[in-house]
């Protein structure tokens, strides 16, 4: 977890937007692609999908913060 939070603070240096950050395609990417290996790994589906999507809101959400912070600070004279 830790290691994936410094990716995010990276990731919102390069982003340009917040659609950027947001990126539902993606999070619809990874949310598919967790919940196959859910199954053939005999885990429960819904319980892997509702914990990433839930890691992922609370990791979108601090890119998001992130990425107004830098938005803010280069917008200033």
Same mark, same amino acid.
């Given at each position: 977890? %830790?290691?994936? /939070?410094? @990716?995010?603070?990276? #990731? #919102?240096?390069?982003?340009? +937007? +917040?659609?950027?950050?947001? %990126?539902?395609?993606?999070?619809?990417?990874?949310? #598919?692609?967790? $919940?196959? *290996?859910?199954?053939? *790994? /005999? %885990?429960? &589906?819904?319980? +892997?999908?509702?914990? @990433?999507? !839930? $890691?992922?809101? /609370?990791?979108?959400?601090?890119? *998001? #913060?992130? =990425? !107004? !912070?830098?938005? =803010? !600070?280069? %917008?200033? &004279?």
């Amino acid at each position: 977890m %830790a290691e994936r /939070g410094s @990716y995010v603070q990276q #990731a #919102a240096r390069f982003k340009k +937007t +917040t659609d950027d950050v947001k %990126a539902p395609q993606r999070v619809e990417q990874v949310i #598919a692609k967790v $919940m196959s *290996l859910s199954r053939e *790994l /005999g %885990a429960n &589906p819904s319980v +892997t999908e509702q914990v @990433y999507r !839930a $890691m992922i809101s /609370g990791f979108i959400n601090e890119e *998001l #913060a992130e =990425h !107004a !912070a830098i938005s =803010h !600070a280069n %917008a200033k &004279p």
